[in-house]
């Protein structure tokens, strides 16, 4: 169990006291002990509860970019391949009180030409919908999509929701160096927004942190804790102020760790504009049609802001509906998501179904 | 000049008659109201390197309608600052353009005692000039504190250059305002190009993220636990999500290359921000952030983003009465010795 074992270097330390990492990957193999499922109540009433942000792994994909899950010095845990790990992945949940995820995986395929690109996603979406059948109680999980090439992309949503029965679709924050807002990706935008399914949006490694390497080098991570929730912060941003929202009202869109910052500091886009009018010349069809910050009470995101200050200040911003438990699993950034919403002040027991997994359910046809 | 609109109907200089002068009370007592983030220029000092100005609002000349923009807005005291654009000048240039504009911001201090304080600029590229600067700033000119950018010409401030700099300002006792100008590093990608102005509404809170991320994670906070540091725009994103940055060192302790002695959120509680948020929900989760006692006053004069900085204090949930003074100028009062 050396993999398990490397997976435990990585994470010990992170984790020391928290749950899901702790003895039970040790004492993973034949016969574990099954510790008790976690059963969520709000006002003396079960809720289900749902994790929309959750991280997994293809390896069978990944091989076509020659990437392995564990090569050395890979800072991928193990426990993201869901189809083998999948009792580990469920035990963790189960101690969490987490029923089900919804799980995506981070594009790492934006450079592929159409026809690996195709393969790539072929493979990773039948894998995903055997997971889901395998567990189907347990997960859901968001379709894979080639977004470089835009059509493509739009017929993988489709095949992945109508033939495999996955929910919506993961993407990055940018393609490429692009941004999502950009009218080449309309057809994929267009083909969301027929079919009401959720994207889900997650910075990528690759995006704006790359642009900036020197700014956010040194001690404390910054191509992490700013580099990821800024990737968000842009992309929202430009789906916002360049019509994107105007065009495709009805898309529905989850921008993980809670929309990066823009929802937590959300007034200085509405100011910018009537400051220095000359820069606001209108997006691709012109003026946006609302203020900034209302269009951010449309969109949803997850719960990662870690604290319930955090959790409070973000249902201010956008309203407790568009709020929705993530985790970041298998990252142990958190294993209190749960808490975090059962603790935020000022929510009324309504809010938090759903918020623990009530607007997930509805977002992606999860049925009661 | 789209910028400065709003002083447009209210004359052109010092001897245009004034409107009223707001007074602004708190249960009943007159409450002395201080502006930490308040913008000038000095264009003889701007002509040495051949800088353009951005605004007419921001001369001198024009502070006729700065005083009335703070009667209507019910600003007693500005405290004065010049965005740095001297980071790449050599040392002469450097030492002459400072020269030059503290003793203007001096004269214009001396002309309104009662209306105007200002920080020192100073030439932080040439850290042991910009030591003497600030000191002299301080001693002779009567400046009470310098106003830095988010970065000096690519270089954070957390870089040990600076650390003389930082000493100083300790040793001091006075306070340092610190104003992003933008992600200049992010522009030639291109991510803040289109509508929106997010060179700016972007840039500038990203700037000062990374500014403050750098100060807290590389030690200099620690190295120099005495500073006393204003961060304009309510400290950009940091301070309003904070946990983030706590929660990295254990999801990531491998990544965490040096030793800091607190969590990054409690260095928060001991810097200072102004309240350029916009609305009562950003200052209130602000205040619960940072605390109360953190938050001066600031409204970015002249550029327009907010004529209601006052108004925003006092419409704030949450806040006693005493936190409402302590922001509309009490702790600025404190901070920057005004009597």
Same mark, same amino acid.
């Given at each position: ?115 690996? /690109? ?27 999509? /080639? ?61 704006? /942190? ?45 921008? /993980? ?58 249902? @201010? ?47 992606? @046809?999860?049925?009661? | ?339």
């Amino acid at each position: 169990m050396t993999t398990r074992r490397r997976f435990l270097t990585i994470g010990a330390g992170a984790v020391a006291g928290l749950a899901f990492v702790s003895c039970d990957l040790l004492a993973a193999a034949p016969a574990r002990g099954q510790s008790p499922r976690r059963e969520v109540a709000v006002g003396g009433r079960r809720a289900r509860t749902i994790d929309v942000h959750a991280h997994c792994a293809v390896p069978e994909a990944m091989a076509l970019l020659n990437l392995k899950l564990l090569e050395p010095g890979s800072s991928l845990p193990p426990i993201l391949e869901a189809a083998t790990q999948a009792q580990d992945r469920l035990r963790a949940m189960d101690e969490q009180g987490i029923d089900m995820e919804a799980l995506s995986i981070n594009p790492y395929w934006y450079k592929a030409d159409r026809d690996l /690109a195709a393969q790539i996603i072929r493979i990773q979406n039948e894998k995903l919908a055997q997971i889901c059948a395998a567990h189907p109680d347990r997960f859901v999980a968001f379709a894979s999509v /080639a977004m470089q090439h835009p059509d493509l992309a739009a017929q993988q949503l489709e095949e992945g929701v109508k033939k495999l029965g996955l929910r919506g679709a993961a993407i990055g924050g940018s393609v490429n160096g692009e941004e999502i807002s950009d009218p080449k990706y309309h057809p994929f935008w267009a083909k969301a927004e027929q079919l009401g399914a959720l994207v889900f949006i997650h910075p990528q490694g690759a995006g704006v /942190a790359a642009d900036i390497p020197r700014r956010l080098k040194g001690n404390g991570y910054l191509e992490n804790v700013i580099g990821n929730p800024l990737e968000t912060t842009i992309a929202l941003s430009h789906l916002i102020f360049e019509g994107t929202l105007d065009r495709f009202p009805g898309l529905q869109i989850c921008a /993980a760790h809670a929309g990066g910052y823009l929802p937590s500091y959300a007034g200085r886009s509405d100011r910018g504009c009537p400051t220095r009018p000359s820069a606001c010349p209108g997006g691709t069809y012109g003026p946006i049609k609302k203020k900034p910050s209302e269009y951010l009470r449309q969109m949803y995101y997850d719960t990662m802001v870690f604290s319930p200050e955090g959790v409070r200040h973000l249902a @201010a911003e956008v309203g407790a509906s568009q709020l929705m438990v993530g985790t970041d699993f298998p990252y142990p950034w958190t294993t209190t998501a749960v808490d975090l919403i059962l603790e935020t002040p000022g929510l009324s027991d309504a809010d938090k179904v759903a918020m623990l997994g009530g607007t997930a359910m509805r977002l992606l @046809a999860i049925k009661a | 000049m789209a910028e400065a609109a709003f002083v447009a109907c209210s004359g052109t200089g010092a001897g245009a008659p004034r409107g009223r002068r707001r007074e602004v009370v708190v249960s009943g007592r007159r409450v002395k109201t201080v502006d930490v983030h308040a913008h000038c220029a000095v264009p003889e000092a701007m002509a040495l390197v051949g800088r353009q100005l951005e605004a007419e609002a921001l001369l001198k000349s024009r502070m006729g309608d700065r005083l009335q923009a703070m009667d209507e807005q019910g600003i007693d005291v500005e405290a004065l600052s010049i965005n740095p654009y001297w980071y790449t000048a050599d040392r002469d240039v450097a030492a002459k353009l400072i020269q030059i504009q503290n003793e203007a911001l001096a004269e214009i201090c001396a002309t309104e005692p009662d209306r105007f304080v200002a920080f020192a600029t100073i030439a932080l590229q040439h850290p042991d000039l910009a030591v003497q600067q600030l000191e002299q700033g301080v001693r002779r000119y009567g400046l009470r504190g310098a106003g830095t950018g988010g970065s000096v010409a690519g270089l954070e401030l957390s870089d040990p250059k600076f650390h003389p700099f930082w000493a100083k300002a300790e040793a001091l006792g006075v306070l340092v305002f610190i104003h992003p100008l933008g992600t200049a590093e992010l522009e030639p990608s291109g991510r803040l190009a289109g509508n929106g102005l997010l060179t700016n509404t972007i840039g500038n809170p990203l700037e000062t993220t990374i500014a403050l991320s750098h100060l807290i994670f590389e030690g200099t906070l620690d190295r120099f636990p005495g500073l006393k540091i204003c961060a304009a725009h309510g400290g950009g994103y940091l301070p309003s999500y904070a946990a983030r940055s706590d929660a990295v060192m254990t999801t990531f302790p491998k990544r965490m290359t040096g030793t800091i002695a607190k969590k990054p959120t409690e260095y928060l509680r001991q810097l200072y921000f102004d309240s350029i948020v916009f609305t009562p929900e950003a200052l209130r989760h602000l205040a619960a952030e940072a605390g109360p006692g953190q938050i001066v006053m600031g409204t970015d004069y002249p550029f327009p983003w907010t004529h209601t900085s006052v108004d925003h204090i006092l419409n704030t949930p949450g806040l006693s009465d005493a936190d409402k003074i302590a922001m509309l100028g009490g702790t600025a009062m404190q901070l920057l010795k005004i009597a």
